[in-house]
Nanobody
Framework: QVQLVESGGGLVQAGGSLRLSCAASGGTFSSYCMGWFRQAPGKEREFVAAISWNGDSTYYADSVKGRFTISRDNAKNTVYLQMNSLKPEDTAVYYC?????????????????????WGQGTQVTVSS
């Protein structure tokens, strides 16, 4: 069983920045694709960003391209989401997730159902 713990959320003014961290334990971190998702009140959970097991590939939702950056440090079993130029519409609970794609031809995925493990989430609130 893999455990994921997010941190770094908080309250920030529009235009500001935050860096989220996700610490993994209980599995082989370097074997998993890692992703970030978010869910705002009354909204469906949506994909934000993903990174392949070795960090060679990344993918972003159109809404965050150019503003957010996903990265990972396999030596520290940690994935990060650097969020710049934050907007009020970025307000949500942000979730870290891990996907075992060992048997797949792809190295990353945006599909929630393909992620095997999820963190508890961290709240990000962006004021106007």
């Amino acid at each position: 069983q893999v455990q994921l713990v997010e941190s770094g959320g908080g309250l920030v003014q529009a235009g500001g920045s935050l860096r989220l961290s996700c610490a993994a334990s209980g599995g082989t971190f370097s074997s998993y694709c890692m992703g970030w998702f978010r869910q705002a009140p009354g909204k469906e959970r949506e994909f934000v960003a993903a990174i392949s097991w070795n960090g060679d590939s990344t993918y972003y939702a159109d809404s965050v391209k150019g503003r957010f950056t996903i990265s990972r440090d396999n030596a520290k079993n940690t994935v990060y989401l650097q969020m710049n130029s934050l907007k009020p519409e970025d307000t949500a609970v942000y979730y870290c997730a891990a996907a075992d794609l060992k048997s797949s031809i792809v190295t990353l995925t945006t599909t929630p159902d393909l992620y095997d493990y999820w963190g508890q989430g961290t709240q990000v609130t962006v004021s106007s």
